[in-house]
Nanobody, 117 residues
Framework: QVQLVESGGGLVQAGGSLRLSCAAS??????????WGWYRQAPGKQRELVAT???????NYADSVKGRFTISRDNAKSTVYLQMNSLTPEDTAVYYC?????????WGQGTQVTVSS
């Protein structure tokens, strides 16, 4: 199976930046034919979509992060990134990466992002 490993989370002060990474292992041919997504879930809230990038490189963002977050991918490394700038406490959540949509679909283990005020 394809496995996703996330990294880059941590504690940051409001106004700071973090860069999340999600590296996939498995069939590179399959990995690079599908899109990626970043999601987040705060305590007591539902998981929400943060950003997506298609296999063609098209990107979409939640309104709450537009202008602050950037999703990108490196096909050679089978990795997707989420650059997060101007962070606020409202961005505090566990962030999950997703590869593919529907079947097949793979998820990372989640990485905690905590933004202090």
């Amino acid at each position: 199976q394809v496995q996703l490993v996330e990294s880059g989370g941590g504690l940051v002060q409001a106004g700071g930046s973090l860069r999340l990474s999600c590296a996939a292992s498995g069939s590179v041919s399959v990995i690079n034919t599908v899109g990626w997504g970043w999601y987040r879930q705060a305590p007591g809230k539902q998981r929400e979509l943060v950003a997506t990038i298609s296999s063609a490189g098209n990107t979409n963002y939640a309104d709450s992060v537009k202008g602050r977050f950037t999703i990108s991918r490196d096909n050679a490394k089978s990795t997707v990134y989420l650059q997060m700038n101007s962070l606020t406490p409202e961005d505090t959540a566990v962030y999950y990466c997703r590869l593919g949509s529907g079947f097949p679909e793979y998820w990372g283990q989640g990485t905690q992002v905590t933004v202090s005020s």
